[in-house]
């Protein structure tokens, strides 16, 4: 790096101060929430920014030491080295605090290899390097794409809220409403998430990070895979798609590494760096048992439906909506958060969906399983 000591000194700065600003109003917020809920709710959004870049960043720092660990990346041999002067060793932390608190990591993904962010950080030095011209292209549609999705999310909140208007209350309505508005607020949520991916992406894209310029320019992490997500028929791929480099992250953290339960021991993890809100624990705890059990009814039904084209369609259309009914009702669990909200949607027609999962994993649990 051919930047001055000052410069150096200025950047540990700005990211203390960041830092210390973002552990103050976690604090603050929650303190206003003590003793002023009125004046609570202007500074919610603010609070759930700072913890969710929060926990963003315990997940670089996981990351990074498994690649220490694991040995995909060296400790220099600066900071190895007894007695040694203090500014050498500040020199040679500097690419992992960059690596650990860039801005479009703190926004909200993807999660970027380390060694995929040096090797790019290093190429920008190289003489007659383009970076800006090729990533325009990507830039500028993912940003088309993250307002017309923002469009949409606006479209389908209104929708509910109408529908809210022409009843008694969310959730209080017969089976066929009932599981409609549930799909349609899950659809709301899914939205949201899909144009915050897509955001982060395309700031990560506008520097060439994420991208294979040299060839393509085409992604290469990305979390936002809508198309998979919304036509697959099979609740384990869209668990592996969900979030995809945050899905990679928690199976090298937890599930490779766990020796008893490691699908439930992933999921309850989740819950637990997500903030054990008892939505999220009963949301996370549901998926892993709609997974497992997903794995069953695949392998079950494969061979019968494999000799038959129209009932091998007729299969993948069944499948694809217990998934969007599935997946939805754990969605609006997860985010609802509270235990009425729990409560309100066990009382609901849609928990059929995910019970039909759990008694098939209670009657497979009998039987052995080959894989």
Same mark, same amino acid.
């Not at 700065?13 to 202007?42: K, M």
């Not at 040679?92 to 993807?110: D, I, N, Q």
């Not at 599981?179 to 395309?202: D, G, H, K, N, V």
């Given at each position: 790096?051919?930047?001055?000591?000052?410069?150096?000194?200025?950047?540990?700065?700005? *990211?203390?101060?960041?830092?210390?600003?973002?552990?103050?109003?976690?604090?603050?917020?929650?303190?206003?929430?003590?003793? &002023?809920?009125?004046?609570?709710?202007?500074?919610?959004?603010?609070?759930?920014?700072?913890?969710?870049?929060? #926990?963003?960043?315990?997940?670089?720092?996981?990351?990074?030491?498994?690649?220490?660990?694991?040995?995909?990346?060296?400790?220099?041999?600066?900071?190895?080295?007894?007695? !040694?002067?203090?500014?050498?060793?500040?020199?040679?932390?500097? +690419?992992?605090?960059?690596? #650990?608190?860039?801005?479009?990591?703190?926004?909200?993904?993807?999660?970027? +290899?380390?060694?995929?962010?040096?090797?790019?950080?290093?190429?920008?030095?190289?003489?007659?390097?383009?970076?800006?011209?090729?990533?325009?292209?990507?830039?500028?549609?993912?940003?088309?794409?993250?307002?017309?999705?923002?469009?949409?999310?606006?479209?389908?909140?209104?929708?509910?809220?109408?529908?809210?208007? =022409?009843?008694?209350?969310?959730?209080?309505?017969?089976?066929?409403?009932?599981?409609?508005?549930?799909? *349609?607020?899950?659809? @709301?949520?899914?939205?949201?998430?899909?144009?915050?991916?897509?955001? =982060?992406?395309?700031?990560?894209?506008?520097?060439?990070? !994420?991208?294979? $310029?040299?060839? $393509?320019?085409?992604?290469?992490?990305?979390?936002?895979? *809508?198309?998979?997500?919304? $036509?697959?028929?099979?609740?384990?791929?869209?668990?592996?798609?969900?979030?995809?480099?945050?899905?990679?992250?928690?199976?090298?953290?937890?599930?490779?590494?766990?020796?008893?339960?490691?699908? #439930?021991?992933?999921?309850?993890?989740?819950?637990?760096?997500?903030?054990?809100? +008892?939505?999220?624990?009963?949301?996370?705890?549901?998926?892993?048992?709609?997974?497992?059990?997903?794995? &069953?009814?695949?392998?079950? @039904?494969?061979?019968? $439906?494999? !000799?038959?084209?129209?009932?091998?369609?007729?299969?993948?259309?069944?499948?694809?909506?217990?998934?969007?009914?599935?997946?939805?009702?754990?969605?609006?669990?997860?985010?609802?958060?509270?235990?009425?909200?729990?409560?309100?949607?066990?009382?609901?027609?849609?928990?059929?969906?995910?019970?039909?999962?759990?008694?098939?994993?209670?009657?497979?649990?009998?039987?052995?399983?080959?894989?």
């Amino acid at each position: 790096m051919s930047c001055s000591w000052a410069q150096y000194g200025a950047g540990l700065f700005i *990211i203390g101060y960041g830092e210390a600003l973002g552990i103050q109003e976690i604090q603050r917020s929650q303190s206003l929430q003590n003793t &002023h809920p009125p004046l609570c709710a202007s500074g919610h959004g603010r609070f759930m920014i700072a913890l969710s870049s929060l #926990m963003l960043l315990t997940q670089r720092v996981t990351s990074l030491a498994l690649d220490v660990h694991e040995g995909e990346s060296r400790i220099p041999a600066g900071i190895k080295q007894k007695g !040694g002067v203090g500014w050498n060793i500040l020199y040679c932390l500097l +690419p992992y605090f960059s690596y #650990m608190l860039y801005f479009p990591a703190l926004l909200g993904g993807p999660l970027c +290899p380390f060694q995929m962010f040096r090797i790019h950080m290093e190429s920008l030095n190289r003489p007659g390097k383009k970076s800006i011209a090729k990533p325009l292209r990507p830039f500028f549609k993912k940003c088309g794409l993250f307002f017309l999705l923002n469009m949409l999310r606006m479209a389908v909140r209104n929708c509910i809220s109408v529908t809210e208007q =022409s009843n008694q209350g969310p959730l209080q309505w017969d089976s066929s409403k009932d599981i409609l508005l549930i799909w *349609i607020t899950a659809l @709301m949520f899914r939205l949201a998430y899909y144009s915050q991916w897509l955001l =982060s992406e395309s700031l990560n894209n506008l520097v060439g990070l !994420g991208l294979d $310029t040299e060839r $393509t320019g085409k992604a290469t992490f990305s979390d936002a895979d *809508i198309w998979t997500l919304e $036509t697959t028929n099979k609740i384990s791929e869209f668990a592996r798609t969900w979030n995809r480099t945050t899905a990679g992250w928690l199976r090298r953290m937890v599930f490779e590494r766990s020796k008893v339960q490691p699908l #439930m021991s992933t999921f309850a993890f989740s819950a637990w760096w997500h903030g054990l809100h +008892p939505g999220q624990i009963f949301g996370f705890i549901l998926w892993a048992v709609t997974v497992k059990a997903d794995h &069953h009814v695949h392998r079950y @039904m494969g061979s019968l $439906t494999a !000799g038959s084209r129209v009932l091998r369609m007729f299969y993948k259309v069944l499948t694809w909506m217990q998934t969007q009914l599935v997946t939805a009702y754990i969605l609006v669990a997860v985010e609802l958060r509270s235990p009425s909200g729990v409560l309100v949607l066990c009382k609901s027609v849609c928990s059929v969906c995910p019970l039909l999962y759990v008694l098939v994993l209670i009657g497979m649990s009998n039987k052995p399983n080959k894989n």
